[in-house]
């Protein structure tokens, strides 16, 4: 069985920084290329970031190029997003995903569609 474990959601204020994690289990991690979505209220589920699976190769939203980060640890089966100046529009549910066999452009022009797996979220609020 496929799970993706967010961590790291919380309330900070704007200009603040906050790093969220994503654990995955059941699946062959470095075979999937990993990225970030996120719901903010009232909207629908948009990309965020993604990293291939093999050399690391990254892609991003263009609201959070320059101050989100993705990367991961193939070791630890892990993801990570830091986030740095966050915004009040930054507040959301934020989701990882899974795409098999994938590059991470792939995965941010297909945005939703073509996800293998997600995890159930984790809260992210941005006080202004």
């Known amino acids: 069985q496929v799970r993706l474990e967010e961590e790291g959601g919380r309330l900070v204020q704007a200009g603040a920084s906050l790093r969220l994690s994503c654990a995955a289990s059941?699946?062959?991690?470095?075979?999937?290329?990993m990225g970030w979505f996120r719901q903010g209220p009232g909207k629908e589920r948009e990309f965020v970031a993604a990293i291939s699976r093999n050399d690391g190769s990254t892609y991003y939203a263009e609201p959070v190029k320059g101050r989100f980060t993705i990367s991961r640890d193939n070791a630890k089966n892990t993801v990570y997003l830091q986030m740095n100046s966050l915004k009040p529009e930054d507040t959301a549910v934020y989701y990882c995903?899974?795409?098999?066999?994938?590059?991470?452009?792939?995965?941010?022009?297909?945005?939703?569609?073509?996800?293998?797996?997600w995890g159930n979220g984790t809260l992210v609020t941005v006080s202004s």
């Open positions: 995903a899974a795409r098999r066999w994938s590059t991470a452009q792939t995965m941010g022009v297909a945005s939703i569609n073509g996800v293998d797996y």
């Open positions: 059941g699946l062959t991690f470095n075979m999937y290329t």
